[in-house]
């Protein structure tokens, strides 16, 4: 897709969410929007090949870390109390 195939996209998508939606969104809201629906294949790929590595890593035992050991080590680092 060429840059002015997007940027017309883009504008159509923005000018409908400002039609439709009844909240005011800025600028920054709309592009953030747009990135969330229509991810660039650069962005799909690095996605992809995350999710293969940590299925990779499960099915070789790699659990990972439980989430509140590494909120509490993070507390701990920046001497948050609990």
Do not use: C
Not at 26 to 32: C, N, R, T
């Amino acid at each position: 897709m060429t840059v002015s195939e997007e940027l017309r996209q883009f504008h159509e998508f923005a000018s409908n969410r400002l039609l439709n939606d009844s909240a005011e969104l800025s600028l920054e809201e709309l592009l953030d929007q747009w990135r969330f629906e229509n991810p660039s294949s650069m962005s799909v790929g690095k996605d992809v090949s995350a999710v293969k590595e940590a299925i990779k890593d499960y099915k070789e035992g790699d659990r990972g870390t439980i989430a509140g050991e590494h909120s509490a080590t993070l507390r701990a680092e920046l001497g948050i109390g609990e």
